[in-house]
């Protein structure tokens, strides 16, 4: 009775640890040719944990499937488990973006194309002058592009090879064709492109020129080239460093173009002002090696209004100050002494240049310091262009006492149609400054508008009256054109 009693126990508990085992189900996971992922048990209304995605050499893992027609995806943090149960992972090949630069010529879309795929080969680009001669794997035409061989494996930039069309016309370019081009340029700052190209003896005319610009391979802005209307030519524009490359074609008589045969390369460092304004004489010497000699390429970089490469160009005897439509006061440029004939401050002095508005907002100022070499203090506005009344003013004018300065002796020059050529002077006598303002819409035949006297003029810093150790335009809304900016110690008459 006793040994019966202790096998009913334990067949009893036997029975009670088998009703009470939870019941499970294998997960089996399917990866499609993918790499293996090992099968789960998973309790009854349990969730699967997610495992590491498998690998698949081409494809991309889109994750795992409760059908193989992958229609609906398993979502492991809802989905129970009821059964047992197959789970199916879906793939896409991997694709790679097959970009086309069609360095100038018409434009070609990029396209997608699966790993080790090879690219359809595109309608060829076309570019007026030139003939099309291939893709290319580097943009040094080294290697060309095999699109019945050559497989993609990666993110792929082709390059289009160019060769000028042999063409007859009586169109010459020039020994030097790009005419004294700069060859180097400052980040944002818009460098003038010059030609010297003829047709039947006769220079070409601007509207027959085409230039073009190819930009590094590594940069994220492209350069641009358009025209400045009021000076008939055309600039470039770069804003990151790097080596571009110029091309000149003309249209001859007969509507053929005709390619240059040289090219001319331009190196842009960055134009980027260091904070603390630490490398503002490196930026200044950049811009004035731009053009050497050109007075007005001279920026007045200041910390509390940064960089204004991009509303400048400059050229051989030009700078352009453009805000495309923006107002603010602006110091553009400062002129030190060193840049004045005889590179020393000036007792009397005659600034000339000629002046183009390009809108016909308020004014532009010539902001004066004067003293020494060393020790000069700001000494007012000596001259004041006010486009907006047709009308400029000088230091103790007849109207200099009027609001803001907003008025001038000098009334009705057409400052708003442009251009007008000035001649600002001084003579220091006895102690008496005497300033004269000339004008003339030619260049070539000058009035004298306004004579202004100073007395009791000191060599005191900051003095009207003391040497002129340099000056600013100060721009005021008004954007502008400024050539052919000079200061001499020879001081203007009509005598």
Partial sequence: ???????????????????????????????????????????????????????????????????????????????????????????????????????????????????????????????????FKGWFKDAE????????????????????????????????????????????????????????????????????????????????????????????????????PGEYTISLAVKDKDGKTVVCPKTHTITYSSGELASGLSNRAEMIAAVQAIYPGNLAALPDYRENEGVLNEWMIVGKDFVVFDRAGGTTNFGAFFVPFTNFEGGEPLQDFTVSFKYTSLNEDW????????????????????????????QIGIWNDADSDSEYMDEGEAKNIPLEEGPVYVKFTRVVEDSTATFKLYTSLDGENYELKITSTVEDVSSLKGDPGAKLTGFCFFSIDNDFIIENLEVSGTVFTLD
Wanted: negative net charge; charged residues 25%.
């Fill in 363 to 390: 004014k532009l100022l010539l902001s004066a310091w004067t003293g020494e070499a060393g020790d000069d203090n700001f000494a007012g506005d000596l001259l004041r262009i006010l486009t907006n009344r047709n």
């Fill in 1 to 131: 009775m006793k040994k019966f009693l202790s096998l009913f126990i334990f067949l009893l508990l036997v029975f009670t640890l088998i009703g009470c085992k939870e019941t499970t189900y294998k997960v089996s996971f399917d990866s499609n040719g993918g790499s293996s992922v090992a099968a789960v048990d998973v309790v009854k209304d349990g969730l699967v944990k997610k495992p590491t995605a498998p690998t698949k050499d081409g494809f991309e893992f889109k994750g795992w499937f409760k059908d193989e027609e992958f229609e609906t995806a398993w979502d492991f943090e809802k989905d129970k488990v009821t059964g047992e149960l197959t789970l199916y992972a879906k793939w896409e090949p991997v694709k790679f973006k097959v970009t086309f630069d069609s360095k100038g010529g018409s434009s070609v879309a990029a396209v997608d194309v699966e790993k080790d795929g090879l690219v359809a080969e595109p309608t060829a680009p076309t570019r007026d002058g030139y003939e």
């Fill in 141 to 240: 035409y080294k290697t060309a592009w095999d699109f019945e061989n050559d497989k993609v494996t990666g993110n792929l930039t082709l390059y289009a090879k160019w060769e000028p069309l042999q063409v007859e016309s009586n169109v010459e370019f020039s020994t030097e064709p790009f005419n004294g081009t700069a060859t180097t340029g400052v980040g944002g700052i818009g460098v003038a492109l010059y030609f010297d190209v003829t047709e039947d003896g006769e220079p070409v005319a601007l509207e027959n020129v085409i230039f073009t610009v190819e930009s590094p391979e590594d940069v994220e802005f492209e350069a641009e080239i358009a025209t400045i209307p009021e000076l008939g030519g055309y600039y470039v524009r770069a804003y990151q």
